[in-house]
């Protein structure tokens, strides 16, 4: 049996068991040890803001229209950070005892098949609750960088940090999105990394791990063009990071930009856009934004630069801002048990997270 979250009906979130199909040839099973909470995207359907729940998608025309919603409650098995224990293996590709990262949702326990399920086979010196990144989150915010290079150079794009390298770059929003795309800006050689946020405690978790900072507060575009000189009416950001599902900051994104600057979006938008004027910067000063959506790499680079790729790049990543990563950004060390009240809490803002990760042992992980 599996212990799993299920959301069912506008905050009202539970755990309910459910049986464990047999493990088949080429499959395993493995034990939850962590399972990361993205506050964003799995709050809409603790909300019931998620277009899924009020729209019907429509995969070839790539369009959501009215009609029977795609998703309906109860929903089970979201979230997309996991880290398993294999316990059960009918299959050499994985031995019983490896930590593999994994995308299944909040639960226990889980049948990988072998002709839907990805995993990443976790190495031996990468803490294991970081691990949560890699199989998902961690190639969000690479793809990010990778649509920034090939935004400059096309299908010539050779590295991930072809695109921001002796680049002035900002990001906006410093949840955990903007914090990993800052992260990989920086071990990716941009000239500077200015994180822009409304939360004085969340600027300080960018500072800990060594970007420059600037609150959201005080018009920061005044502030950067001052800054970032490029020539005679040319100032701003050479590339902005746009990571927070507010109108408002994709508003701001646009104008911290200089003229013909790019916005690469990561951020996930479930109102209107009422606050992006689109006819001030983004008309005036010729901007382009670019949704970078993990479903797709850019055009033409699918062959060289697959998921699998964009989680070496994050393992490369942790690697190198792991330590850092786990004393500031994971915020939230929760029991499975106690995830149904945590995520109504966080829904309703009766409390406030950075990266909260679920497990089973929270005394062990020092929580």
Not at 79 to 88: A, D, H, N, P, S
Not at 144 to 161: K, T
Not at 194 to 223: F, H, I, K, M, Q
Not at 271 to 281: C, F, H
Request: with cysteine; aromatic share 6%; charged share 20%.
């Amino acid at each position: 049996m599996s212990d799993v979250l299920s959301i069912e009906a506008p905050g009202e979130v539970c755990l309910v068991q459910e049986k464990l199909p047999e493990i088949p040839e080429g499959g395993f099973m493995v034990a939850t040890t962590h399972s990361g909470v993205s506050a964003g995207t799995e709050l809409t359907y603790v909300k019931g803001t998620n277009p899924y729940l009020s729209s019907s998608w429509d995969p070839a025309l790539g369009l959501f229209t009215e009609g029977a919603p795609s998703v309906s409650y109860p929903v089970r098995g979201i979230g997309y950070m996991q880290v398993g224990l294999v316990v059960e293996t009918r299959t050499r590709a994985v031995s019983e005892g490896a930590l593999v990262a994994m995308c299944y949702g909040h639960r226990t326990a889980y049948v990988a098949d072998p002709m839907n399920d990805r995993f990443v086979a976790l190495p031996d010196d990468l803490d294991p609750i970081l691990g949560v990144y890699v199989a998902h989150m961690g190639p969000i915010c690479a793809n990010g960088l990778l649509h920034a290079a090939h935004d400059l150079h096309g299908p010539a794009v050779q590295q991930l940090g072809d695109g921001v390298r002796g680049r002035r770059v900002a990001v906006v929003g410093a949840g955990v999105v903007g914090l990993l795309t800052a992260c990989f800006a920086m071990s990716c050689d941009a000239a500077e990394v200015v994180v822009v946020d409304e939360t004085p405690a969340r600027l300080a978790v960018a500072e800990a791990l060594g970007a420059n900072v600037l609150t959201a507060d005080d018009d920061p575009a005044v502030d950067l063009k001052r800054r970032w000189r490029h020539g005679r009416d040319d100032r701003g950001a050479d590339l902005v990071f746009q990571c927070r599902g507010q109108p408002r900051a994709l508003a701001l994104g646009l104008r911290l930009l200089r003229p013909q600057g790019t916005l690469v979006d990561l951020a996930f938008y479930t109102r209107g856009a009422d606050e992006v004027r689109l006819g001030e910067e983004f008309h005036h000063n010729g901007l382009t934004v670019r949704c970078a959506q993990i479903g797709r790499v850019p055009r033409g680079l699918s062959h060289a630069w697959d998921r699998e790729r964009l989680s070496h790049e994050t393992i490369a990543l942790l690697r190198r801002h792991g330590p850092r990563l786990r004393e500031h950004v994971i915020t939230d060390l929760v029991g499975f048990g106690e995830a149904p009240q945590f995520l109504s809490e966080l829904a309703s803002r009766r409390r406030q997270t950075v990266q909260a990760v679920l497990c089973d042992h929270v005394e062990d992980e020092g929580g």
